[in-house]
């Protein structure tokens, strides 16, 4: 068998595993399945390629729980390590105006953009970057979404208000419980109020605030 064949076979297998589950009031649905939507239901549909955010992991679902208790109808949000898209995607279905992703990851930014047109999204509503955190980001921001591990998250903190409206919320997750303490202590140092903390198996999330 050749090489390529047992790549594509490796990139394959997984999807037999992934199926459609829910997080709140969005069903987030593999791209390739069949599904019946539900009443009051948002359908979120993704196919994550190799790039991180199908939903399944705690950190995703955290995110998505944290931003549909928030009012995001008509707000311009920014998805730091947009991964597939999925927070970003996410904030439009539930009605905000704008949303810009960036990764750092070439097949991501290619994913997160493909699975913005599966879900009917693309420029300037829908925009996704390729860049190391802001460096091609400008403006400000109503909502901050960072999906990312606590080392980039306590590096991004001394950044992130700079891309903040005065009323802006700055939601994050990706942070092992071990190292919540870590994060805490950035937010203190560089000005953030945590408003909301939630947890699932060990791992956190944050709302903050500017102070």
Not at 17 to 38: D, F, H, Q, R
Not at 123 to 144: A, H, M, R, W
């Amino acid at each position: 068998m050749s090489n390529t064949v047992k790549e594509d076979d490796y990139a394959n297998s997984w999807k037999q595993y992934y199926k459609p589950l829910s997080i709140g009031n969005i069903a987030v649905v593999p791209e390739w399945e069949e599904y019946e939507k539900k009443e009051n239901e948002t359908v979120l549909r993704i196919d994550p390629g190799m790039a991180f955010g199908t939903g399944t992991h705690e950190t995703t679902s955290l995110c998505i729980e944290e931003i549909q208790k928030y009012d995001i109808k008509g707000e311009n949000v920014l998805d730091i390590g947009c991964g597939s898209g999925i927070l970003s995607i996410a904030s439009l279905l539930l009605g905000a105006e704008k949303a810009v992703g960036v990764d750092i990851d070439a097949l991501a930014v290619k994913t997160a953009i493909e699975n913005g047109e599966v879900n009917g999204f693309k420029e300037p509503e829908y925009t996704i970057l390729q860049g190391n955190l802001t460096d091609k980001v400008s403006g400000k921001f109503d909502v901050v979404v960072a999906n990312i591990v606590a080392d980039v998250i306590i590096l991004f903190c001394k950044d992130v208000a700079s891309f903040m409206k005065d009323d802006a919320v700055f939601i994050t997750s990706g942070i092992i419980d071990t190292r919540e303490q870590d994060v805490i202590d950035a937010f203190d140092k560089y000005g953030f109020e945590i408003e909301k903390r939630n947890t699932e198996s060990g791992w956190v999330c944050f709302q903050c605030k500017k102070k």
